[in-house]
């Protein structure tokens, strides 16, 4: 069966440190990678996605960069953290075959101090 | 932005009773799907289902869609304490490949015991 890691599960940082995230799929080849946002109260927004190793489309202008650097394997980082960026933040994946439902990891808290 | 939107937005009801969720979205869609989340922790999914679909059934769930509206509900029959979690909406205009799911805000579902 297949299985998604996220870690840590919360980060404290101050402004102005750099982050790395990590997400790692289990149990599947080539699927599609997502990183999302969400903001305490709210629906998830949509940070960035991947459909294959090298590929990254960005949908919102950030503070953030991400990177696959292997099939299964999302990255999310920042070279200096504003106080905006603290969040929730959660990866996902599914496979690209249309109607497809994606599975989402346990998530990092980011706190910004 | 946020494409969906969902009603009410948090709903409390007592052990047994049913509960309904209702989302509204703005554009064309491939599927609409529902997803729950216990509190910190990652997106589970429920049900997806299609733009041809008008209904459709998991166990004690049931959602129907109503393309003409721009609508879909979720039901939530004979309802229990492990059912409450916030509960998403998420709309999929995408045929194939990556999904850039729109999620709604959520509605905040408290059964009381």
């Known amino acids: 069966s297949q299985t998604i890691h996220q870690w840590p599960a919360t980060l404290v940082q101050p402004v102005g440190s750099p982050l790395s995230l990590e997400c790692t799929v289990e149990?599947?080849?080539?699927?599609?990678l997502y990183w999302y946002r969400q903001a305490a109260g709210r629906g998830l927004q949509l940070l960035f996605y991947?459909?294959?190793?090298?590929?990254i489309s960005s949908e919102v202008p950030q503070n953030l960069s991400a990177s696959r650097p292997q099939d299964r394997q999302f990255i999310l980082s920042s070279k200096k953290l504003l106080l905006s960026d603290s969040g929730f933040y959660l990866c996902?994946?599914?496979?690209?075959?249309?109607?497809?439902?994606?599975?989402f990891g346990d998530g990092t808290r980011l706190s910004i101090l | 932005s946020q494409q969906g939107e969902e009603d009410p937005q948090a709903l409390s009801i007592q052990e047994g009773e049913n509960a309904t969720m209702n989302c509204s979205y703005k554009?064309?869609?491939?599927?609409l799907q529902w997803y729950r989340q216990n509190s910190g922790r990652g997106l589970v999914h429920l049900i997806l289902?299609?733009?041809?679909?008008r209904e459709k059934h998991s166990g004690r769930l049931r959602v129907t869609l109503d393309t003409s509206k721009k609508s879909s509900s979720l039901l939530i029959t004979a309802s229990r304490a492990a059912d409450t979690a916030s509960y998403f909406c998420?709309?999929?205009?995408?045929?194939?490949?990556?999904?850039?799911?729109?999620f709604g805000q959520g509605t905040r579902l408290t059964i009381n015991p």
């Open positions: 996902a994946w599914n496979m690209g075959l249309g109607n497809q439902p994606q599975h």
């Open positions: 554009t064309s869609i491939n599927n």
């Open positions: 149990g599947t080849s080539n699927p599609n």
């Open positions: 998420a709309t999929d205009g995408a045929v194939m490949g990556a999904q850039k799911l729109v």
């Open positions: 991947s459909v294959g190793i090298g590929q």
């Open positions: 289902i299609r733009s041809n679909e």
